[in-house]
């Protein structure tokens, strides 16, 4: 099998020891340069001129950048350059037409760019009227010349989308059924009508109990804990029966007879 060594390229380490600066520009000025058609004779253009100002009795260095030409209308012309000192150690790399890469050199400094002086207030102007723009909405209208609706047709594949003539109609959610409010008989009442019951059948069933009675179910629990028994497991699990005294009270009652 033979190796494929086409899209293998030797890297071009001629300028890798350049010092070259970084610099950070503002939109405006990225775009005004990206405009600039290369000179035809030595490939570049002027685009600004770098001023070095230093200052003897603080020994402070600053940097300023003037833009070159009268191309770029009402951006500002002048700014100031920040230079960083600490920064992490970078490489400029290039590609040329056939793919070749190469190394342009090393970063010694970095800057960014600022207005400086008169032109703060116009880069300032200029930024506000980018913002409002961008704000702007366009929004168009457009008249659809088919009138027959074939635009407005769901296409095939499109799920859930039904036609306004649709004669299926949607179900109605059902109506839930209000509960009837029970009132509440005087206790004692209560109690003989429960003896009576559970003489006749020994044990009930709490909805069997609300049926009979008419009674709400929270009070009729509250009678049931006093006179019965709740039976968890066996043959009458989930039913209520008397508890034993009520029971012989009964009993006794119906021997008196």
């Known amino acids: ?11 071009d380490l001629e300028k890798s020891d350049r010092p070259v600066w970084l610099m950070k520009s503002p939109v405006v000025v990225a775009n005004a340069w990206g405009k600039q058609a290369p000179s035809s004779s030595s490939g570049f253009n002027s ?25 770029y209308g009402n951006m500002p ?18 590609e040329a037409n056939l793919g070749d890469p190469a190394s342009e050199g090393k970063v010694e400094h970095k800057f960014d760019m600022k207005p400086h002086g008169e032109d703060i207030e116009e880069y300032a102007k200029l930024c506000r009227e980018r ?7 366009s929004r168009q209208i457009q008249v659809i010349d ?7 047709r769901p296409m095939p594949g499109m799920l859930g989308l039904v036609s306004s003539n649709s004669k299926e109609k949607k179900k109605p959610p059902p109506v839930k059924q209000t509960e009837v409010k029970r009132t509440r008989r005087d206790r004692g009442e209560l109690e003989a009508i429960m003896f009576k019951l559970f003489e006749g059948q020994p044990n009930w069933t709490l909805k069997q109990l609300v049926q009979e009675t008419d009674q709400p179910a929270q009070f009729l629990k509250e009678i ?25 009270a009964g009993e006794n009652d119906t021997g008196g007879e």
């Open 1 to 11: 099998m033979e190796d494929d060594r086409s899209n293998i390229h030797e890297l």
């Open 47 to 71: 685009l600004a001129k770098v001023v070095e100002s230093v200052d003897p009795l603080q020994a402070e260095t600053e940097f300023f950048m003037e833009m070159v030409g009268a191309e």
């Open 77 to 94: 012309k002048s700014y100031a350059l920040n230079m960083f000192k600490d920064f992490v150690p970078m490489g400029i790399f290039s």
């Open 131 to 137: 913002t409002s723009k961008s704000m702007v909405k």
């Open 146 to 152: 088919n009138d027959r609706g074939v635009h407005m």
């Open 224 to 248: 049931l804990n006093e006179l019965c028994v709740y039976n968890k497991r066996g043959s009458n699990q989930g039913t209520y029966e008397l508890k034993p005294e009520y029971k012989k």
